[in-house]
C-alpha cells in the first residue's frame, strides 16, 4: 500500500474503530473490576512500524528500561524495515514481530497472528512509539497487554485515538524525537504520573551505542570499491546518498544540484572517490546523477553494498552527504561525519544522533510536515529545498575535507 492510502484508512476507518474499541476496553475494564496498576517491567513490547530511522533514535530509551527496569525486549516493525534494527541488535530477532504491508489482505492476516504473538510472548506492556496512529493503537489494544504507554494529545485539538492508551504521555512537538522516547521509558519506569513528561531528559542519556564492526566485513567492503574503482589506492571515500524514501518525496534535494557539489569536489582533490549510495531500486535513480558528473571517479554502488555491509561502509568512509533519510541515522551508529539536507522536516526535532550537521534554512513555513498532519504536505515548490544552494554546501564540505571539523 501506498503512503496515502495508509494516511486514508488510518483516518476514515481508524477514528470509527478506535471510538468502539475505547467503548469495549471500558465495558471489560467495569465487568471485570480490573484497577490500573503501575506497568509490569517484566516484557515490554515497542511498536514503531514505518520509521527505519526512528528504530535507531530510540535505542538509548530502550537501553534504559532494559538497565533500570530489567526488561525484556521486543518490537513490532514492518518486515521491509526490520533491518534497522539489526545494526544495533538491541532486540534479539525471537522477540521482533514482522508485520507486512503489501496489502490489506495480508495486513489484516497479521493483525490476527500479532494478537496470538504477544499472547504467546506473554506481554505485559506495550509502549507506542508512533505519532498518533489509530493503527498502531489498535495494536496496543489489541495484544491484551495491561499496561499501554504512547502519546496523547491531552489539552490539544485533534488527533483522536479514542481511550487506548491508559499511560498517556503529552507529546511535545518542541523537543527532540529522542526525547519523546526517553519521555515515554520514563513513565513506563513510574517516574511521573500525569501526562506531563516532567522527568528531565539530559544529554548523556542519549548517547548513542556505537555498532561493533566487523573486520572481515570492512573487508569485503574494500574489495566492492575495487570492483567499481579497480585503481583505488585508499582515497578518501565520499558518500553521496541522493535519493530518499517515498513516504516524504519532499525531502529530495535536486539531483544537478549534487552533481554540481560532485563536480567541485573532484576538482578540489586529487585523493577523493566519490561513492553514491543506494538500494537496488534506486540505482537508476543515482546514475543520473553520477551520469552528470560524467567522471570515473564517482562511483554508483546502489544496490552493491548489502545492509549489514553500511556500518562498514561508513566506518572507513570520510563523510556522508545525504537527504533527510534512513543513512543519515544508520551512520550515526558510527564516527562517521555525516551533512544531512532538511526541508519540510527540522533538525530540532530529528538531526540523528550522532556526528551529524544540518543544511536548513528554517523558513517562517518549516517544518510544514509534523505529526499533527500525518507528515503530508501539499507544497510543490519547496522552497525550503529549492533554496539550499550548492555553493553553501560544497564550501562547508571543502572546509570540512581539509580541516577535519
Wanted: aromatic share 10%.
Amino acid at each position: 500500500m501506498n503512503v496515502d492510502s495508509m494516511r486514508k484508512i488510518d483516518r476514515r476507518v481508524g477514528i470509527p474503530l478506535c471510538y468502539l474499541m475505547s467503548i469495549i476496553i471500558w465495558v471489560s475494564t467495569k465487568i471485570r473490576f480490573i484497577k490500573k496498576k503501575s506497568p509490569d517491567l517484566s516484557r515490554a513490547l515497542f511498536i514503531e512500524l514505518s520509521e527505519m530511522g526512528s528504530a535507531i533514535i530510540v535505542d538509548p530509551a530502550m537501553r534504559r528500561l532494559r538497565k533500570d527496569g530489567g526488561t525484556e525486549l521486543f518490537f513490532a516493525i514492518f518486515e521491509d524495515n526490520y533491518k534497522s534494527l539489526e545494526i544495533l541488535q538491541t532486540v534479539p530477532e525471537q522477540n521482533v514481530f514482522k508485520m507486512r504491508s503489501s496489502g490489506l489482505v495480508v495486513l489484516a492476516i497479521d493483525v490476527i497472528k500479532f494478537m496470538f504473538w504477544c499472547r504467546k510472548k506473554k506481554i505485559n506492556t506495550v509502549i507506542d512509539l508512533e505519532l498518533f496512529s489509530r493503527f498502531t493503537a489498535l495494536l496496543c489494544a489489541l495484544s491484551g497487554a495491561r499496561s499501554r504507554i504512547g502519546y496523547a494529545s491531552h489539552h490539544d485539538e485533534g488527533l483522536y485515538r479514542g481511550n487506548l492508551i491508559n499511560f498517556p504521555v503529552r507529546y511535545n512537538s518542541h523537543v527532540h524525537v529522542s526525547v519523546n522516547f526517553m519521555s515515554l521509558v520514563n513513565t513506563t519506569l513510574g517516574m511521573h504520573d500525569n501526562p506531563y513528561a516532567t522527568t528531565a531528559v539530559k544529554p548523556e542519556d542519549l548517547i548513542l551505542t556505537k555498532a561493533e564492526i566487523n573486520e572481515a566485513e570492512v573487508d569485503e567492503v574494500k574489495r566492492k570499491i575495487k570492483e567499481l574503482y579497480p585503481i583505488w589506492k585508499g582515497e578518501k571515500l565520499v558518500l553521496l546518498n541522493v535519493n530518499a524514501s517515498d513516504l516524504l518525496p519532499q525531502r529530495r534535494w535536486m539531483p544537478e544540484n549534487f552533481a554540481v557539489v560532485a563536480r567541485h569536489l573532484l576538482a578540489e582533490f586529487d585523493d577523493v572517490l566519490l561513492v553514491g549510495t543506494g538500494a537496488p531500486k534506486e540505482r537508476e535513480y543515482v546514475q543520473n546523477v553520477v551520469d552528470m558528473v560524467d567522471d570515473v571517479r564517482f562511483v554508483n554502488s546502489a544496490g552493491v553494498f548489502k545492509f549489514e555491509e553500511l556500518v562498514s561502509l561508513y566506518s572507513i568512509s570520510e563523510l556522508m552527504l545525504t537527504n533527510d533519510s534512513g543513512p543519515a541515522h544508520f551512520a550515526s551508529v558510527t564516527a562517521l561525519k555525516v551533512f544531512v539536507i532538511f526541508g519540510p522536516e527540522t533538525p530540532d526535532l530529528y538531526l540523528p544522533l550522532g556526528n551529524a550537521e544540518p543544511f536548513f534554512l528554517g523558513l517562517p513555513c518549516s517544518p510544514c510536515v509534523s505529526a499533527f498532519n500525518h507528515r503530508k504536505t501539499s507544497c510543490t515548490t519547496r522552497p525550503c529545498i529549492t533554496g539550499i544552494s550548492p555553493d553553501w554546501i560544497k564550501g562547508r564540505l571543502v572546509e570540512y575535507l581539509k580541516e577535519g571539523k
